[in-house]
């Protein structure tokens, strides 16, 4: 069992980054970024062509990273680029990598990314993804069919707890439960009290919460937010607030070391996207005291 797995299930604080694989086969930016995490996370998301643009695999990077020895790695998979068959033939190559943690995501739509003109499979989804793996943790494929050696992994999905309508919202993630999910990252927080309150909610229903927080750098980071990712949203009052601010930067930084501070009291995890700037995230998880100077 990985340090990641066994932290969160015994009930102690974790840390999670996000690395994206390089566009290209130059990886030295990629491990260097590992390495920075590694002071401070217990794991790295290795994202699966990110924004439905190209990137290395996300196998190639998990295996990358697990190598190390630095920080484990979290490989992702989105329904978008594989069918069914593809994706269970890639989750038994990350098990005979040593790949243990996963997260099951379904995947922006290719129109927004740089091959709009590319296919979107979402032949399953999300839901059904987290099924496959913990299908083949119990030594079958998704159609009932034994395989010849069984994988151990552990198995977490994405939640969006500041999303309308939450009823819907809620459903969808209790059925992520019931498929296998042992623990969910979720989108970055927005606004703190609606967010609290929602992790605590679905920390009820029997799954552990690594609540994101993003460091909002710029006005302009906030409009590719609003205006590229979907399901997410910047609200006004933070967007004046920082758009108005003297320095910006300083001020965004303050909000996410406001809301670290309070996640640190209700999730089971921080999920630290930095946007690159993965000294200052390290900074911001030590500001609020999640972990130590």
């Avoid at 998990?62 to 890639?90: H, I, K, M, Y």
């Avoid at 038994?92 to 990314?113: I, K, W």
């Avoid at 909610?201 to 979907?230: P, Q, W, Y």
């Amino acid at each position: 069992m990985g340090r990641f797995r066994e932290k969160l299930e015994v009930g102690e604080f974790v840390i999670t980054g996000e690395v994206a694989p390089p566009r290209g086969n130059n990886c030295d930016r990629m491990l260097a970024e590992v390495k920075a995490y590694a002071s401070v996370a217990d794991a790295v998301n290795i994202t699966d062509n990110q924004g439905a643009t190209l990137h290395l695999s996300a196998l190639a990077a998990s295996r990358l990273t697990l190598d190390t020895g630095l920080v484990e790695p979290v490989f992702q998979q989105t329904c978008r680029d594989r069918n069914r068959l593809a994706l269970e033939s890639d989750l038994l190559a990350a098990s005979t990598y040593g790949l243990e943690n996963f997260l099951a995501v379904t995947g922006d739509n290719p129109h927004a990314g740089d091959h709009p003109q590319a296919k979107g499979v979402f032949d399953i989804d999300s839901t059904q993804l987290i099924r496959v793996a913990c299908d083949l943790n119990e030594g079958h494929d998704m159609n009932g069919n034994p395989i010849d050696g069984a994988t151990d992994f552990y198995v977490g999905a994405a939640a969006f707890p500041e999303a309308e309508p939450w009823d819907i919202q809620k459903r969808r993630i209790a059925g992520k439960i019931d498929a296998g999910a042992r623990f969910f990252q979720t989108q970055a927080c927005m606004d703190i009290e609606v967010f609290a309150r929602r992790v605590l909610e679905i920390k009820d229903m029997g799954a552990h919460v690594i609540a994101g927080v993003l460091l909002l750098k710029s006005e302009r980071t906030i409009n590719f937010i609003n205006n590229r990712l979907a399901g997410l949203m910047v609200s006004d009052s933070v967007a004046r607030e920082i758009i108005s601010a003297k320095d910006p930067y300083e001020t965004s930084v303050r909000i996410a070391i406001e809301q670290a501070k309070v996640l640190f009291e209700v999730a089971d995890g921080i999920h630290m996207m930095p946007l690159g700037d993965i000294e200052t995230g390290v900074g911001i998880l030590r500001e609020a005291g999640v972990v130590s100077k």
